[in-house]
């Protein structure tokens, strides 16, 4: 692509978005789509609405999120529902500063920075323009300039709410260049931009000493003051703080309760009664989404002291957890790789998700569920079926710990320790065993891990460790059953025919003698013992096996090999074990015969071919697997 076509396109697009006219103009306008008028609050929810929703097992998801923030569709439905959509409404938590809340590396300043980047793509949309009036520092809303006593009338003709007042800096000007004349002012179209400090604010907590007040609600402007005469003059001050620039939009406060407490104190009125006080001026007022992050330890320590509670009341607190899910875990793994210089090497299958099972083990809590240990209730949160268990128990565990997730190993050490082991080793490829060796190592210097900590973690690696020895025995079982293909067949068509014999209480004939006899109950039990199938579910997994062949007879489509996940796994499992005794001599000989050598050769090309595996991880594969099986 032409970087300079592409950069020309751009400039068009700004210019085709920008738009100056009458505050008489401006009314047109608002009379044809009232949504012009629309708060920050609603604008911003109106942005997460517009990219549109899908609902998943009673779950709903927000597409906007989905790119960027994996595994907290909980949280964040509740963040977008009780706080952003009420709040849209005009209803009261509007005026309460949203704290997310939650362990570090968790997505809070992801979030934030989502919604920062959505608004301001949001606001080149027609459904998302925001007009202001021309020249205001803070692009202020143009229905401000209708007088008070006028609003009531013009509200019910336009079906929009005014609130706020005009800035004082819109007020000289109302008076000196216009001459009180309202429909003559000129509006404009704004596009909201954090760079250019237009709908975005954003205040960091630094040295209280040196930080000033007016990094948030502006200053004199000691240039012009000589001129003007006056403090108080709009025109000798800056209305450039962080609060005035974020009106229409969303004001960020970065690890807010580290600030010192009088840059905090502005928000109390600022909250509630939408206005704050700057310089020697009447309250301003602002229409702008407060949004601030922190850690547990510095809210703890926040809501415990007294002189903190009017704020404290005006907050709605979000907990942000981590992720509880392995495979959401392994797109964030995914996520920081690609963001990083780690992007060249080869990274073996099932290694990021031997880390995501550590992870994820170290977040979660032991339920007090009968016969349920973390390693089932891992599996049930990621959305596999465990025996014995049901949806509503996977909702009680949910319910049960308010605070799971808030604690456990973050992702960010996850890949410091994955970027350590490139970096030493110097590698090409990296598979699991040398990402959960290197997660071992890095425990002894993880500096808020307690010896006990240590402990359990150790027991995590082991447990993640077993866990991919089971997913490489499967990997290889998928590949060597390949070659005997047929094999799987024959004993599938087998199967079959015996469970349709049991479940219709007939006689099946045997193949060479062509004899009647007893469907085969050993058979079967040796294939379905290998899913874990029990003597007592036996007859509903067969039937439901008939149920499905007679479904895909009614609709003319052949039921094979393929046609059911869970059978098709037992097979696979039941041919592997017959199997096991040729996988081991081959994948473990050290001098392996022209037969051998061809079987090896096709079962790495597959890996490499189907499985994502490269020539070094699928050879160090079969070797691992081969010394697994000789154990």
């Known amino acids: 692509m032409d970087i300079f076509k592409r950069i020309s396109e ?44 899908v609902e998943e097992n009673g779950q709903k998801k927000y597409n906007f999120f989905e790119q960027e923030i994996f595994g907290l569709d909980r949280a964040i439905e509740k963040l977008v529902e009780e706080y952003f959509h009420s709040a849209a409404r005009r209803l009261d938590v509007r005026k309460r500063i949203l704290l997310l809340m939650g362990p570090v590396s968790g997505g809070k300043s992801t979030l934030v920075t989502m919604l920062k980047r959505g608004l301001e793509k949001f606001s080149r949309t027609d459904q998302g323009a925001v007009y202001a009036i021309k020249g205001c520092p803070m692009q202020e809303e143009p229905l401000h300039l209708i007088p008070v006593e006028l609003r009531p009338e013009l509200e019910q003709e336009l079906g929009v709410k005014i609130e706020g007042t005009l800035c004082p800096s819109c007020q000289m000007r109302l008076k000196t260049e216009y001459g009180g004349r309202i429909e003559n002012v000129l509006v404009e179209r704004v596009l909201i931009s954090e760079e250019n400090r237009v709908g ?11 930080q000033d007040i ?66 020697r001026f009447a309250l301003i007022s602002a229409d702008e989404l407060i949004i601030a992050h922190t850690n547990e330890s510095e809210y703890r320590s926040f809501i415990s002291n007294k002189k903190n509670e009017a704020l404290q009341s005006r907050m709605i607190v979000m907990p942000i957890p981590y992720n509880l899910k392995v495979t959401e875990e392994e797109k964030i793994y995914l ?15 099932h290694s990021l998700k031997a880390a995501a099972i550590f992870s ?45 997730g808030m604690t456990g190993i973050d992702p960010r050490y996850v890949i410091n320790r994955i970027s350590s082991a490139l970096i030493r080793q110097d590698l090409s490829c990296i598979n699991a065993l040398d990402v959960l060796r290197a997660l071992k190592d890095g425990l002894d210097q ?102 499905r062949m007679s479904s895909y007879s009614r609709k003319g489509r052949k039921f094979d090999y393929s046609s059911h996940e869970r059978l098709r796994e037992a097979i696979e499992k039941k041919l592997f074990a017959d199997l096991k005794d040729i996988v ?48």
């Open 584 to 631: 081991k001599i081959t994948t473990s000989t050290k001098t392996p015969d022209e037969n051998q050598l061809k079987r090896i050769n096709e079962v790495s090309k597959r890996l490499i071919d189907e499985h994502g595996y490269c020539p070094i991880c699928a050879n160090e594969l079969l070797r691992y697997v081969g010394s697994l099986l000789n154990r």
């Open 10 to 53: 751009h400039r068009e697009e700004k210019e085709r978005l920008a738009w100056t006219g009458t505050f008489a103009d401006y009314i047109e306008l608002v009379r044809k789509n009232p949504r012009l008028a629309m708060t920050a609050h609603a604008r911003v929810y109106e942005m997460i609405a517009s990219y549109g929703t």
């Open 446 to 547: 993880h500096p808020s891990i307690t010896k006990e900590e240590r402990e359990r973690y150790l027991n995590f690696i082991s447990i993640a460790r077993k866990e991919y020895d089971e997913l490489a025995k499967k990997e290889i079982q998928k590949a060597f059953v390949y070659s005997f293909e047929e094999s799987a067949k024959t004993l599938f068509d087998n199967y079959l025919d015996n469970i349709e014999a049991y479940c219709n209480w007939t006689k099946i004939k045997d193949p060479l003698t062509g004899e009647e006899m007893d469907p085969d109950e050993r058979l079967m039990r040796s294939i379905e013992e290998q899913i874990g199938i029990s003597e007592n579910a036996k007859k509903a997994f067969r039937e439901e096996i008939l149920i």
């Open 360 to 404: 994820i083990l170290t977040r979660l809590k032991e339920t007090k569920k009968q016969g349920m240990d973390l390693v089932k209730k891992m599996r049930m949160y990621d959305g596999e079926a465990v025996e014995g268990y049901k949806d509503a128990d996977l909702k009680e565990m949910q319910n049960e710990y308010l605070e799971e």
């Open 335 to 349: 996520k920081l790789i690609r963001q990083s210089d780690m992007a060249h090497i080869h990274i073996a299958p």
């Open 214 to 279: 007016a990094d948030l609600t502006g200053s004199i402007d000691f240039s012009t003051i000589t001129e003007y005469g006056s403090e108080s003059d709009p025109r000798a001050y800056r209305f450039d703080g962080e609060l005035n620039k974020a009106n229409r939009g969303i004001m960020e406060f970065q690890e807010m309760l580290k600030c010192d407490e009088k840059f905090l104190w502005n928000l109390l009125s600022l909250t509630q009664e939408g206005n704050f006080k700057a310089g």
């Open 200 to 210: 975005i604010g954003t205040f960091s907590p630094s040295d209280p000493k040196s």
